[in-house]
């Protein structure tokens, strides 16, 4: 990756000589289409250890979920005019999964990692009982019959919190409401136990109290299988109560990571903090309105030049030399000092500036 | 389910209902209206005024027409005679009429003429529904490669090739250049099963040439689309292989939308592949209704009109059934 | 006389149009085959016998793209289904299966002898042969003579077939057929006895020396009246001939196989060589063509000819060419000229038109030399009394004769042309052609001819009727013509008989009504024999052409190829087709 000229930082890792769990080095994925090169991930580093949970946050195009069909593997199948570029590393438990035999990673696909999406109607296939998708998933990598399998797939439903799993292993998809759907879907993923779990958009299509249960319902399976969850969201708010560690994605890449109590109390770049004054949150007062973040998100094919941020950005202009609009930032780090909780971030603005303007006029308005 | 295929039936009774007023006023209400005689029609060369006198009491042309009608239908039930006092010629149940160029009752004609088309249909169905949907798999599956772009210009041909072409290049090639094949009449399948194959080969490759080519077009569209769903990436995302990925979740999807196309493409051809049927010389339905209509023999047009819609509505019914099969998101109700 | 006249000028009229109506597109490709064989040579089946045989044995595969329209002899009018009525019917009298002009002579077949003629040509007596039987060994008796003819008057049940019987017979008893009959017996047609059961005589109100000709049509064939189904029996007719109907499904085909009641030694005509004759109907000529060609079929029997790519085929390769033959149909393709529509009155105007065609370009248009041969008159060879030489318009010479053409333009007081509108079916592509070939020619004289096609469906209405004609101004009328039975009258009567103009249906277009040409058609029916009769239709035929009524185009061909095992393959010229009588398929 010599030709990328970003200086990539290592990450917050564990002691030397002990590699993480999945570590994603330099992630690229460029997608070729007739209109140019879509730069979907454009180097994207992080780890993650068994028992954490990282939240990805970012607008759609921001590449979240891109990320998580890379790390499975998944941009590999399917028809292969259509691929994807992919480079970089994504090391899970050690081995290069994109270097790594198709078949291979196929094998631990549902296995040793497996993925819940965002909309279960449409991600269950409707011709096909629930039962029967959860065996299917079960079969596929485990030698058992028919019969140990649907013994599972009910458990596994009772798990989620289905009532009366031994009838609903039956029933069709539509046959089940949203949060039932999406609870399934997490019994599927969980059927063989597997030791990465990534959840995109877990709960966008649900209602808010389906959703925390839903949320509520990942926090005790992760706790229970010790698995590392990687929660893709594009709200804070999902990953506010779950999430170990945040790292904030805009045009490709990473703009902001750190643990969820710096990102949350102390973000250090202005699209994060769009992202806080977007977020809905009990203790606001109600009059007050939500901020989104203004302007669309960068296309992928013309990135901006500069910070991809700038166009949208309020203090774009802060920096002098309008630096913003022609160097690309690099992720440093905000602090030195700190520990585990090491927290990075990728702005042209000094650290004193952004730390004035969070305290003095972001934080007072959230 | 019951109460949904009851229903169902009296639909189709009612839209044969309804096929047959429009048929029966135009072949017998029409040219009363208009002033000219059908009796006319119906004497062919012959048209001296005892010969007319005749066929209108045959006929029952004397008679108003609502009652005209009441007779036709009472006749699919029952049967009529057709008596003019002097000759009288039963027509037996389900009597569709009675042709006097012929001197058969319709229905004996159908029933002659059944056997032949529906060999053709049949054959050339699973012959089209076999080779469109595995090409269009397969194009789908090689998209934008040489294979896929090479079937498709192969299926555009196909679509565009009129049958009495491909009927001409086919024994052109498979008979008189490779050899592979000998030309022959349609031959009953319960006389001689070796012969009926032989001559069956050519119209039923023909005609599903036609059809398998629209088939895999749609495959291939269908096919493609399936492939984006999120389901597919989530039986791959549980690490199913490719192969069970392909045939198990897309492949099934994909045909949803190809029952309801077969359903009536083989309806409509149960009444008659008039072109296929005519290059090959068979004695099918169609070559039945084309000769019907150019010697004037209404009876025997509008009892295969009412045939073919029969074959239309009821493939209709089937699918419309072997759907809530396919989807369980369908209910019959 | 007027009334006979009439009577039999609206039949002939009716069964001229049927035919025109059945068989005229097959008349326009116009082609026949041959034969094959050692004495094989193109044409060779027009002049003689080819492939002399008696060997008996095998199947004659006979197909049509036209089905039968009826096997029932009360009912059946197509051409080639009286051919292959010859096969499984007899009549009184017959056309001898010769070759040549003895084709188209009657000769006793049921019947012992010719009929014998007494009070004054009006009575017809004929005595039936000894050990003539139907299919199912009874005696063919004279009852079962009466009863067939009978079935004919029955038109209400029994429709389709010719009706020149009734009109000879009925003499004012309005019979109403067999079904209706009030006679316990059913003989109740008073005209027809039948003194023994070998004896039946005709008494008609007046001489007609074309009687014997109805007589050997099928619709006076024995029909045992035991054994009449009435509409149905169309299904399965009773034999006289040497094969019976096995099996027979409309619009598929029919199978006939060997009676074993027919007696050789009764017949003089057929010669019964096949084990079995089947019939198929085709939906596809070109198939067929191939089929023929292949040796896989034995003759189309249809006898339209065939379709051009199998002719083409036929005549660029030598082996098949001796297989093939160009035959007259006995039609006649021309155009004829309305007096009624100015400037057609005038004699001068309308042979301006004939002498300003381009007779080899009309030829051309219907199809080249092989469609026909140039016409001279409208007498077409093969009937009584036509001479294909009498060329009074040098037509045969092949050139347009723009000077002839301009002088009678002159004469005709119109030196400088004038305006007219050909009358073409739109449905007849080679008479759009002849249309379109004539007006490209009168243009060279001045005269300026529009062409208007009219709905081919529609003619009796359109062209035939006079005051429409009128109307329209149709000076030119594009038309074919043949004749439902071999004499003159059978062939001219309806076209140049002023009693034959009709309001609707009509056919004499030139509504031409000239009292010495009317008087020598009733000279010609008095005659005792058609022989005799011949001169008077001669006579006819130059009182036609002298008027400058029509331009005939063509005397009609058709191109045949038959399989070359055929035997005894000759065209009777009674039908222009392949005598079905004796063809056999074993060398």
């Not at chain 3, 017949?267 to 596809?284: A, E, H, M």
Request: proline share 6%; hydrophobic share 40%.
């Amino acid at each position: 990756m010599t030709d990328n000229p970003s200086f990539v930082p290592e990450p917050a890792g564990p002691a030397p000589g002990s590699e993480p769990f999945l570590s994603v080095r330099d992630l690229q994925v460029h997608f070729p289409t007739d209109d140019g090169l879509v730069k979907s991930v454009d180097g994207l580093s992080f780890d993650l250890e068994r028992g954490r949970t990282l939240g990805i946050v970012g607008e759609s195009g921001s590449g979240k979920s891109v990320t998580s069909l890379a790390i499975m593997g998944l941009h590999r199948t399917g028809n292969a005019r259509s691929r994807p570029h992919i480079s970089g590393e994504v090391r899970l438990d050690g081995e290069d999964l994109i270097r790594a035999d198709a078949e291979h990673v196929r094998k631990l696909r549902g296995r040793k990692m497996a993925m819940v999406f965002q909309d279960p109607l449409s991600a269950m296939h409707p011709y096909y009982t629930v039962g029967h998708q959860i065996i299917e998933a079960y079969r596929t990598h485990q030698d058992v019959d028919k019969k140990k399998a649907r013994t599972r797939a009910i458990e596994m439903l009772d798990r989620v919190g289905i009532p009366e799993p031994a009838k609903r292993v039956d029933a069709y998809p539509h046959e089940f409401s949203g949060g039932m759907r999406q609870r399934a879907m997490i019994a599927m993923a969980l059927v063989n136990n597997p030791e990465l779990l990534i959840a995109d958009e877990p709960t966008t299509a649900l209602d808010v109290t389906v959703q925390a249960q839903i949320l509520d319902l990942i926090r005790d399976l992760q706790k229970e299988f010790g698995s590392a969850v990687i929660m893709i969201t594009h709200d804070l708010g999902v990953v506010a109560e779950m999430a170990d560690d945040i790292l904030v994605m805009y045009g490709g890449r990473c703009v902001e990571r750190g643990s969820a109590e710096k990102v949350f109390y102390e973000p250090r770049h202005p699209y994060t903090w769009g992202l806080l004054g977007s977020m809905p949150r009990i203790d606001r007062d109600q009059t007050d309105r939500l901020i989104p973040v203004k302007g669309a998100p960068p296309s992928l094919i013309n990135i901006p030049s500069g910070c991809a941020f700038n166009p949208r950005c309020p203090y774009a202009d802060v920096p002098k030399g309008g630096i913003t609009r022609t160097q690309r930032p690099e992720l440093t780090l905000v602090d030195a000092a700190e520990g585990a909780d090491r927290h990075w971030s990728a702005c042209h603005m000094s650290q004193e500036e952004r730390t004035r303007i969070w305290t003095e006029e972001i934080a007072p308005k959230l | 389910m019951l109460v949904y295929l009851i229903r169902r039936l009296f639909n189709v009774v009612a839209t044969l209902l309804v096929v047959s007023v429009v048929t029966f006023g135009i072949f017998f209400a029409v040219p009363k209206i208009t002033g000219s005689d059908p009796a006319l029609m119906y004497a062919g060369r012959e048209t001296n005024e005892t010969a007319l006198a005749g066929i209108r009491v045959k006929m029952g042309f004397d008679k108003p027409i609502s009652e005209q009608y009441l007779i036709f239908v009472k006749g699919i039930v029952a049967g009529r005679d057709y008596n003019t006092g002097v000759d009288s010629t039963h027509c037996p149940a389900p009597c569709f009429g009675y042709s006097f160029k012929t001197e058969t009752p319709v229905w004996d004609l159908m029933l002659d003429r059944i056997p032949v088309t529906l060999s053709l249909a049949l054959g050339a169905a699973v012959i089209w529904v076999i080779a469109g949907v595995a090409t269009g798999v397969v194009s789908a599956l090689k998209r934008r490669t040489a294979i896929d772009r090479t079937v498709m210009v192969g299926a555009l041909a196909g679509v565009s090739l009129p049958i009495f072409f491909t009927g001409m290049v086919a024994p052109a090639v498979l008979v008189y250049g490779l050899g592979w094949l000998d030309v022959s009449n349609y031959r009953p399948l319960t006389e001689d099963p070796g012969a009926w194959l032989n001559s069956m080969i050519l119209p039923w490759v023909t005609l599903a040439f036609l059809f398998a080519a629209t088939y895999a077009r749609i495959t291939r569209a269908t096919m493609l689309e399936v492939l984006g769903e999120d389901y597919i990436r989530t039986a791959r995302a549980k690490g199913l292989t490719e192969r069970v990925v392909i045939r198990k979740h897309a492949l099934r999807s994909t045909l949803t939308p190809l029952v309801t196309m077969f359903g009536l493409d083989f309806g409509g051809l149960l009444g008659g592949a008039v072109l296929t049927e005519t290059t090959f010389s068979f004695q099918g339905l169609g070559t039945a209704a084309v000769a019907a209509i150019g010697a004037g023999d209404l009876p025997v047009i509008m009892g295969i009109t009412l045939l073919a819609a029969l074959f239309v509505v009821m493939a209709n019914l089937i699918v419309d059934m072997l759907y809530a099969v396919i989807d369980p998101r369908v209910r019959l109700t | 006389m007027i009334r006979r006249k009439q009577a039999l000028a609206i039949t002939a009229v009716i069964a001229a149009l049927s035919l025109t109506a059945a068989c005229g597109d097959k008349g326009d490709d116009g082609k026949k085959g041959g034969e094959g064989s050692s004495n094989a040579a193109f044409d060779a089946a027009t002049k003689g016998v080819v492939n002399p045989s008696d060997k008996k044995g095998g199947e004659l595969k006979l197909w049509s793209p036209q089905d039968v329209d009826y096997l029932d002899p009360a009912r059946a009018y197509y051409g080639f289904v009286w051919n292959m009525q010859r096969l499984y019917i007899r009549q009184l009298l017959a056309y001898d299966s010769k070759p040549g002009a003895d084709g188209t002579k009657l000769v006793p077949d049921l019947a012992e002898a010719l009929p014998v003629l007494s009070n004054d040509g009006k009575t017809y007596t004929v005595k039936i042969k000894d050990g003539v039987k139907f299919e199912d060994g009874t005696p063919i008796t004279s009852k079962d003579f009466k009863y067939g003819i009978e079935r004919v008057f029955a038109q209400d049940v029994l429709s389709g077939g010719p009706t020149y019987l009734i009109d000879l017979l009925d003499q004012g008893q309005k019979y109403p057929g067999p079904y209706k009959d009030t006679d316990p017996n059913k003989m109740g047609l008073k005209s027809v006895e039948t003194p023994d059961d070998k004896t039946i005589v005709f008494n008609l109100a007046s001489a007609n020396s074309d009687f014997s000709y109805l007589l050997a049509m099928p619709s006076s064939s024995p029909v045992p009246a035991g054994k009449d189904t009435g509409a149905t029996y169309t299904n399965k007719p009773v034999s006289t001939g040497p094969y019976k109907v096995e099996s027979f499904t409309a619009s598929k085909g029919a199978t006939f196989v060997r009676n074993e009641h027919w007696d050789p030694k009764t017949d003089t005509i057929r010669k019964g060589l096949p084990d079995k004759v089947s019939f198929t109907v085709t939906t596809n000529p070109d198939d067929m063509d191939a089929r023929l060609l292949s040796g896989d079929i034995d003759l189309a029997v249809d006898g339209t000819g065939m379709q051009q790519a199998g002719k083409n085929k036929v005549l660029k390769d030598p082996a098949l060419k001796k297989n093939a033959d160009n035959p007259f149909t006995g039609y006649i393709r021309y155009f004829a000229f309305p007096q009624t529509v100015a400037p057609f009155d005038n004699i001068e105007c309308r042979k301006a038109v004939i002498y300003a065609a381009d007779p080899k370009s009309l030829q051309n248009a219907r199809g080249g030399p092989t469609s026909g041969d140039l016409g001279a008159n409208m007498l077409p060879p093969g009937i009584p009394g036509s001479d294909k030489s009498y060329d009074p318009f040098g037509l045969t010479k092949g050139e347009p004769q723009v000077e002839k053409a301009k002088e009678a333009l002159k004469a005709c007081g119109k030196p400088d042309g004038f305006e007219t509108t050909i009358a073409v079916r739109n449905n007849r592509a080679p008479e759009v052609k002849s249309a379109e070939s004539l007006q490209a020619a009168l243009a060279k004289v001045g005269i300026t001819a529009k062409i208007d096609q009219f709905d081919g469906k529609l003619s009796s209405s359109t062209i035939g009727s006079p005051e429409n004609v009128k109307k329209k101004g149709y000076g030119i009328i594009v038309m074919g013509w043949g004749a439902d039975y071999n004499s003159g009258s059978g062939f001219l009567q309806p076209l140049v008989d002023g009693s034959f103009i009709l309001p609707n249906g009509n056919n004499n277009y030139t509504e031409i009504n000239d009292p010495e040409i009317n008087g020598l058609f009733d000279k010609a029916a008095s005659a005792a024999t058609p022989e005799a009769a011949a001169p008077f239709y001669t006579d006819i035929n130059k009182k036609v052409m002298e008027k400058a009524l029509y331009l005939p185009i063509n005397f009609d061909k058709a191109f045949v190829y038959h399989n070359p095992r055929l035997t005894n393959v000759y065209f009777n010229d009674s039908m222009g087709k392949i005598d079905l009588a004796t063809v056999g398929v074993v060398k």
